[in-house]
């Protein structure tokens, strides 16, 4: 469940997220829409914690966001960044495995999660290679399964498929979309296709200038 109530933040004078108000449910699976710049990255990068400084309120599950010590947002919240952030130095499989070893797995516990994931994500065959030796599609797919691989309760998706032509991008919704009704996942995907979202049931959030402005049922 994630609940924000009057969140505000400002860049200097400028207010990128204007006095917003959002609730997913638990098991809930929606789409944020909205133009370029409309602060769907930064409302993302708040749930997240990778940026601070706001006013408002943020309650993921049952507990303020602030009050959550980085490794329990780490456990509850899998994240899909618009730009992969994957680590160069490492392959595909460490990359994903990584998402476990930082929770404390072990790499035995992690193994059987992570082949299943990279299976699933068409990624089986590349598991040792380097980001840099993959297309963009693929890069992304890797930051899928990473995000995945501890099942966390929420799940978080900046443009997961921006990279992939429409069928990948189709496939890789299935997948989302099956593993959080497998694992009752609460998920919020952001996507400027059209296509996806007239594909999958899900309700629809609309960003405009730092506020949703529109609920669609799916
Ligand atoms: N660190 C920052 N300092 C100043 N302004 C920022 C900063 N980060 C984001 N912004 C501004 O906030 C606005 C919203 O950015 P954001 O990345 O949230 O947009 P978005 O909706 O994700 O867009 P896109 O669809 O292009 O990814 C932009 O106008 C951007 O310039
Ligand atoms: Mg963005």
Do not use: C
């Not at 997240?48 to 959550?68: F, N």
């Not at 059987?112 to 980001?131: D, M, V």
């Amino acid at each position: 469940m994630i609940r924000i109530q009057g969140l505000t933040k400002r860049y200097g004078d400028f207010t990128v997220l204007h006095d917003l108000h959002l609730h997913v449910a638990a098991g809930e699976f929606a789409f944020l829409q909205g133009r370029s710049g409309s602060g769907k990255s930064t409302l993302l990068k708040l749930l997240y914690q990778e940026i601070g400084d706001y006013t408002g309120e943020i309650v993921i599950g049952d507990t303020p966001a602030q009050a959550l010590p980085k490794y329990e947002l780490r456990r509850r919240m899998g994240v899909i960044f618009q730009s992969f952030e994957l680590l160069e130095q490492k392959t595909v499989y460490e990359n994903v495995a990584l998402a476990g070893e930082v929770l404390g797995r072990t790499g035995e516990d992690i193994a059987p999660e992570a082949q299943r994931l990279l299976e699933r994500t068409g990624l089986g065959g590349k598991q040792g290679l380097y980001p840099h030796q993959l297309s963009g599609g693929e890069q992304q797919r890797v930051a899928i399964a990473r995000a995945l691989l501890n099942r966390p309760p929420i799940l978080l998706a900046d443009e997961p498929t921006g990279n992939l032509d429409p069928e990948t991008a189709m496939a890789m919704l299935v997948l989302l979309q099956e593993l959080q009704r497998e694992e009752n996942m609460t998920m919020l995907v952001v996507t400027h296709s059209e296509l996806l979202v007239e594909a999958f049931p899900a309700r629809r959030l609309v960003m405009e200038q730092g506020r949703i402005t529109a609920h669609a049922a799916g």
